[in-house]
Nanobody
């Protein structure tokens, strides 16, 4: 069982930066691929970025060059550093942990990110 607790969301001006954190507990963090998803009002949920157990990363085209995902396996935490934020980045951001081989997929509660002047 994995519990995910997110923090770092809030209001930021366009062009600003924000770092989201997701603290995992309850199981072996190292065996899970981690990811950030987001969902804006009226839009479908999208995968923003992912990082595998081995540290390989992937990004949605809309955030490439602006966002960076990382994980700290000592602190059992995954981060999403968001730079050069745009109003279209406004969404609820969700942290996920998954291990498809054992059929496990966990979601955090979501944290609101609002980019507005």
């Amino acid at each position: 069982q994995v519990q995910l607790v997110e923090s770092g969301g809030g209001l930021v001006q366009p062009g600003g930066s924000l770092r989201l954190s997701c603290a995992a507990s309850g199981s072996n963090f190292r065996i899970y691929d981690m990811a950030w998803h987001r969902q804006a009002p009226g839009k479908q949920r999208e995968l923003v970025s992912s990082i595998t157990t081995t540290g390989n990363t992937n990004y949605a085209g809309s955030v490439k060059g602006r966002f960076t995902i990382s994980r700290d396996n000592v602190k059992n935490t995954v981060y999403l550093q968001m730079n050069s934020l745009k109003p279209e980045d406004t969404a609820v951001y969700y942290c996920t942990a998954s291990n498809l081989r054992i059929g496990s997929n966990y979601w955090g509660q979501g944290t609101q990110v609002t980019v507005s002047s």
